[in-house]
């Protein structure tokens, strides 16, 4: 991976291509520059006009901000809207009524496409059937489904009659899941009997069973099973429906549920540094305006576009760029069930091919496994494909590093396609940093610059604005309509996490490191400052995976370090002490199996280290405090240059250095 230093120094700029920069939604620099400034001398001004021109509002709003809580700021709050009326009947009204909202795909190949009119007729049907189980406005609903376009319905449905939904990724484990629904205080748990990825059936069903066999889930009343595959599963009766059975005879149409601005559209769980994962919980109309605006600033959305957004709705891409965004804007969008890798690595190329896809967005770790499956195998390289219906590339979820961007750029947008690299977070609710299309020069490596009406710096700790040049701290120095609103149930640790009283209290604290270029003021991220990790995009806490680690009972203590890693941008290492003598040897690495398929079943396999070393001990002050920055040294295999005359036992370094 690039370091820092090697970042700051690319100077190589690419321009939008010239048919881009005619047709682009904001067309060159004048015109960005002209809307930033705009948002910077009238900020609430410049949102209202967004929000009027773009959301349909129930009841028009006639309070654009309210700071009188800062940092619980509320956007529009005596609006009256409802999402899925946005997404859905909007477009029935619009004339997109036959229009294509979806074309699936299934693991195995097969598409079905599913109009606006049908995809709304669906929702309505899945929403009557939720309210025929008592679910109202206010209720948690917790969806765990595969990708799917039943997924998509539920959390739709959700919306329709204003419960707030929490979508757990499928790849969480039992106790993950548990956790979720007893924080949310679900009702329901919507989910599938299996999914279907790289072949493979895995279950998600058996998955809720353990969940709500663990206790505890005591606000839950049904658990209601799209059947994906007809796998054999087991029923709890009056708890378990299918969801066929609960849509059966239920009207195609459903009156929206008319909800306030600020009403909980989601809870969205991810990690920070400490304690649990938390529950970012977004708004309604903030949030929505944000997920299109950002359909038609970053991916310049027009009605001929094939979307496809290649997340799962597990994730908050997903919800911004699958679920809400592109039906909000009314475009047709891809939904894929499966793998990148499957039944081979030319898969991704294969369907902008055979669908004519023109956006396309990825994670670099897909980009950066690619290009090995390519190079190993130049059959399902992507210039075996005919990819020319692309007009526009995208990246998320994790720093794309100069020559991954560089192939992309080539390979697949055949270097007539601008690549947003956006930057953004779970809390952020859509993009902050990114080019624009037709607008912004780029440079690989980069994510340029924010977009109108955000309010980005880098700042030091004490939050006040450094230099071009030099590496500080991301920041928003003023609130935005999609912004988180509180973490669920937990609103003191909402204020010291994102709005610390050193930066005043205010300032949202992005939890990135960010620096700008001496000429150009392009930001660069240089990774978090907190103890969250990113392996292949998935944000995961040091202190989750070294809490599941202890919670073994042979394991005395644990560290938890991220490694660069050249496919997964980082990956997971462990250094662990047992209750027992050191092992070493084969015993060394059967306990390890044994650690990293516990890690698998207490958080998911998303979590597993990919490599554990056992120590005596580990590297601590004489006050106890375990040295994470002399860990990071040895796990990447770098000599400590550091003083370490402060250690209480500088000899277990020699001893972890050698460890495998
Ligand atoms: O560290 C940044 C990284 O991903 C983190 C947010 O992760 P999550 O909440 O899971 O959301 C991912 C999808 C938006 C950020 O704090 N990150 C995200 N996008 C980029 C990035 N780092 C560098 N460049 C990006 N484009």
Same mark, same amino acid.
């Given at each position: 991976m690039s370091d820092i230093e090697t970042l700051k120094q690319e100077s190589r700029i690419f321009n939008p291509p010239e048919s881009f920069v005619k047709n682009a $939604? =904001? &067309? !060159?620099m004048e015109q960005y520059k002209a809307m930033c400034a705009a948002a910077e001398s009238d900020y609430e001004g410049f949102w209202a006009q967004l929000a009027r021109e773009n959301v349909q509002w129930h009841k028009p709003f006639t309070k654009t901000l309210n700071e009188s809580e800062a940092p619980f700021y509320k956007w529009f709050e005596d609006g009256q809207l409802n999402v899925s009326y946005n997404c859905l009947d909007r477009n029935l009204q619009n004339g997109n009524a036959g229009k294509t909202a979806i074309i699936f795909e299934s693991d195995d190949g097969k598409v079905t496409k599913v109009t606006y009119q049908e995809l709304h007729d669906k929702v309505c049907q899945f929403a009557n059937g939720l309210k025929s189980l008592g679910i109202k406005k206010g209720d948690r609903v917790v969806i765990y489904m595969p990708m799917s376009v039943e997924g998509v319905a539920a959390m739709q449905a959700c919306a329709r009659i204003g419960a707030t939904h929490s979508v757990v990724f499928g790849g969480f484990s039992a106790k993950s899941l548990q956790e979720r629904i007893i924080d949310a205080g679900a009702v329901a748990v919507i989910t599938a009997d299996e999914q279907v990825r790289g072949g493979k059936h895995l279950p998600l069903k058996a998955i809720v069973d353990e969940a709500i066999g663990m206790g505890g889930c005591d606000t839950l009343r049904n658990v209601v099973v799209y059947k994906r595959t007809g796998g054999n599963i087991n029923f709890v009766s009056g708890r378990d429906l299918w969801l066929h059975d609960v849509i059966a005879n239920q009207a195609a149409t459903c009156e929206p549920e008319w909800v306030e601005a600020e009403h909980p559209l989601f809870i969205l769980y991810t990690s920070g540094s400490t304690g649990k994962p938390k529950g970012v919980q977004h708004s309604s109309g903030g949030y929505l305006l944000w997920a299109m605006l950002t359909m038609k600033w970053t991916f310049d959305i027009k009605p001929t576009d094939v979307f496809w957004c290649t997340a799962d709705i597990g994730w908050v891409t997903g919800h911004t760029y699958i679920a809400y965004g592109p039906l909000a804007v009314g475009a047709t969008q891809i939904v894929f069930? !499966?793998?990148?890798?499957?039944?081979? $690595?030319g898969r991704f190329w294969d369907m902008i091919q055979k669908h004519k896809t023109t956006i396309f967005y990825t994670a670099p770790t897909a980009i950066r496994s690619l290009i090995k499956a390519a190079e190993a195998d130049p059959a399902i390289h992507p210039n075996k494909y005919d990819l020319s219906s692309l007009r526009l590339l995208g990246s998320v979820g994790e720093p794309i590093n100069p020559e991954a961007w560089m192939w992309y750029y080539k390979n697949v947008g055949r270097e007539n396609c601008p690549i947003a690299d956006t930057f953004w977070q779970t809390e952020t609710g859509g993009h902050m940093i990114t080019p624009l299309p037709g607008a912004t020069p780029m440079v690989p490596g980069s994510c340029t610059l924010p977009l109108p009406g955000i309010m980005t710096a880098v700042v030091d700790e004490t939050g006040h604005d450094l230099p071009w040049g030099q590496g500080g701290i991301l920041v928003v120095k003023r609130p935005w309509p $999609?912004? =988180? @609103?509180?973490?669920w149930g937990d609103a003191d640790r909402f204020r010291k996490s994102y709005f610390p009283e050193e930066l005043g209290g205010k300032t949202y604290l992005a939890g990135d490191g960010a620096v700008r270029n001496e000429k150009t003021g392009y930001f660069t991220i240089t990774g978090r400052i907190d103890d969250v990790l990113n392996v292949s995009g998935h944000r995961m806490g040091t202190m989750e995976i070294e809490s599941a680690l202890v919670a073994n009972p042979i394991v005395a203590e644990a560290a938890v370090v991220g490694k660069p890693d050249e496919t997964t941008g980082e990956s997971i290492c462990a250094f662990v002490v047992l209750k027992r003598a050191r092992p070493t040897g084969d015993e060394a690495k059967q306990i390890a199996k044994e650690l990293r398929d516990w890690v698998a079943k207490e958080i998911g396999p998303i979590a597993k280290p990919k490599e554990i070393r056992f120590g005596d001990n580990l590297p601590k002050t @004489? &006050? !106890?405090? =375990?040295m994470r920055r002399l860990l990071r040294v040895i796990a990447k295999g770098e000599q400590i240059t550091q003083d370490v005359s402060t250690l209480e036992n500088p000899a277990i370094l020699e001893q972890l250095k050698l460890a495998q």
């Open positions: $939604a =904001i &067309s !060159g069930e !499966g793998v990148p890798t499957f039944p081979n $690595a $999609a912004m =988180i @609103r509180t973490i @004489r &006050s !106890g405090k =375990i």
